[in-house]
């Protein structure tokens, strides 16, 4: 006999997306409270060396932590390439058999120039160069930077070119 359950808001989308997507996979699921080592411990562990990592860089590089979201996922790839001690191997090896295509010469906090040429096709407008802190690859095509502009701080998604 099979039955159909209407899908309420208050059901959890656990229960009908994942069962048979971690079976396909292979994936045992455990509930357990949340935030608590005990429980959560492997995810609290990296949580914390992530949280490390951006006060560390924050308090090296001396910028307001209203910033630290634009630092994010760049912390995040930095520790997917770092290899880990006990397996020998860095996490995007591990998982995906080689390193990501992805990864960017330059690391995150490390200074850079850029050029925005957006409005170049004004006549008599001259391209403007400003320096920042790289934040991140957030897709193929942008990255993350944070400069300082007329005193203020602030995160710039660019287009490199």
């Given at each position: ?11 959890s989308f ?5 069962p ?6 292979g ?13 959560q411990g ?10 490390a990592?951006i006060?560390?860089?924050?308090l ?9 979201p ?7 790839q930095?520790?997917?390439v770092?290899v ?8 995007d090896?591990a ?16 200074q ?30 942008v990255?993350?930077?944070?400069c300082?502009?007329?005193g ?6 660019l287009?490199?070119?």
């Open positions: 006999m099979h039955v159909k359950l209407p899908l309420s808001p208050l059901m656990t229960l009908f997306y994942l048979t997507s971690r079976k396909q996979e994936i045992h699921h455990e509930f357990g409270a949340p935030y608590t080592p005990k429980s492997r995810v609290e562990r990296v949580n914390a060396s992530v949280k990592l006060r560390k860089l924050f090296s590089l001396c910028l307001p932590s209203f910033l630290w634009f630092f994010l996922q760049g912390v995040a930095q520790l997917n770092t880990h001690s006990a397996t020998g191997l860095s996490p090896v998982v995906f058999g080689k390193g990501s295509a992805g990864v960017s010469p330059v690391t995150v906090g490390d850079v120039r850029f050029v925005d040429r957006a409005p170049g096709h004004v006549q008599g407008w001259e391209p403007r160069g400003e320096v920042g802190f790289f934040g991140g690859v957030l897709l193929t095509k990255v993350s930077v944070v300082n502009r007329k203020r701080w602030v995160g710039v998604r287009h490199p070119s």
